[in-house]
Structure formats: structure tokens, C-alpha cells
């Protein structure tokens, strides 16, 4: 009845908010800005309007010219924030884009991994894996998936061999603590 009442928008973007429901509660908090931005700044719901008129930007950006990599930015920084669906959806975008991006799909997963999608994110590695088998990070996310979100330690150990086994071989790509880190994990994955 009241489409420009910004106090209800505010309100309602608040209970979007801690129900999780970001991208809405984003939206909704933008649109209140549009129709009165000192009203909005001066709320208690403004500390995150800087990066709610951030995301709805690239959003629009994204929209209009289905940039990968604005996606992909966009996806990361929901994936920082624990929103995980959200992290996901916008991956989702950037594969439609360009499905070979093997490290995005990787991220996928572990977005639907953290939103409890495991069957999903086991998909998505499988898929990495169809396309490249000696996928470094292919194979330990599936490794570490089989271990420890399916329970099945004798499948994971399989794929942690062949991560140890690409590692070795790009020890180079990688600089000394990174690449000692990757394999003490691994190593110790091996091992249990």
C-alpha cells in the first residue's frame, strides 16, 4: 500500500538480513536509499549500505554484460561473508559464462560443500576431474569431501595420492611455504 515507506523497507530489509536472505535484504535497503538516502543514512541498518549499493552495482554490471568476472568477484565476496548459497548462485552465473573455469567450479563446491550440498559438491569436482584427472586441487577437495563429509577414508586416500602425486610435480609453480604446507596436509591425510 505504501511502496515508498522507507521505514518499512528498512524493516523488512532488517528481518531479510538476519534471516539470511541477503541479496534481498541488500535490495530492499538500496531501493530505500534511491527514495530517501538521509533517512537511510541515518538509520542503524546504514553500516552496510556501503557494500549493499556495492553488491547491487556489480550486480547491475554483471547483469548486463554476464562478465565472468564480475561474477566471480561477486561470488568470492559472498563466499567471504559465509553466505554460501548466495556464493554459489553467482559462480553458477559465471560457469553458464565459461564452464571450463576449473578453479570457480572448485569454489562451487565448496560453497554447496558449506551449504551442506554434498552430493552437489562432489559433482562439481567430479566434473574438474572429467575434464583434467591430475587437477591438483581436484583432487584433494575431493579427497578431503570423501573423508570427511562422506566418511569414506579408504575412496579419499585414492584421490590424496594423486593430489600428492601433482603436487610433486608442480612443486615449482608453487613458492616453498605454500607448497610445504599443501604437503604436510596431504601427507598427513595419507596417513590416517
Known amino acids: 500500500e505504501e ?7 528498512l524493516q523488512l530489509a532488517n528481518i531479510y538480513l538476519k534471516r539470511g536472505q541477503i541479496a534481498r535484504g541488500f535490495e530492499l535497503l538500496v531501493d530505500a536509499y534511491t527514495i530517501d538516502p538521509h533517512h537511510v543514512e541515518n538509520s542503524q541498518i546504514a553500516t552496510v549500505l556501503p557494500f549493499a549499493l556495492k553488491v547491487t552495482n556489480l550486480k547491475q554490471q554483471a547483469a548486463k554484460s554476464n562478465d565472468k568476472r564480475i561474477w566471480n568477484e561477486l561470488g568470492d565476496g559472498y563466499f567471504e561473508m559465509g553466505i554460501f548459497s548466495e556464493a554459489a548462485l553467482m559462480y553458477k552465473k559465471s560457469l553458464a559464462v565459461d564452464g571450463m573455469q576449473h578453479m570457480i567450479r572448485l569454489k562451487l563446491a565448496l560453497a554447496l560443500q558449506k551449504n ?44 590424496f595420492k594423486r593430489a600428492k602425486e601433482s603436487l610433486i610435480a608442480q612443486q615449482k609453480e608453487f613458492d616453498y611455504l605454500e607448497y610445504t604446507n599443501l604437503l604436510s ?7 590416517k
Open 116 to 159: 551442506t550440498q554434498i552430493y552437489s559438491a562432489l559433482e562439481a569436482v567430479q566434473k574438474v576431474l572429467n575434464a583434467e584427472p591430475d587437477h591438483l586441487f581436484a583432487n584433494y577437495y575431493m579427497g578431503k569431501f570423501l573423508a570427511y563429509d562422506m566418511k569414506n577414508r579408504d575412496e579419499a586416500r585414492v584421490f
Open 185 to 191: 596436509d596431504i601427507t598427513q591425510e595419507l596417513e
Open 3 to 9: 511502496p515508498s515507506n522507507t521505514v518499512c523497507m
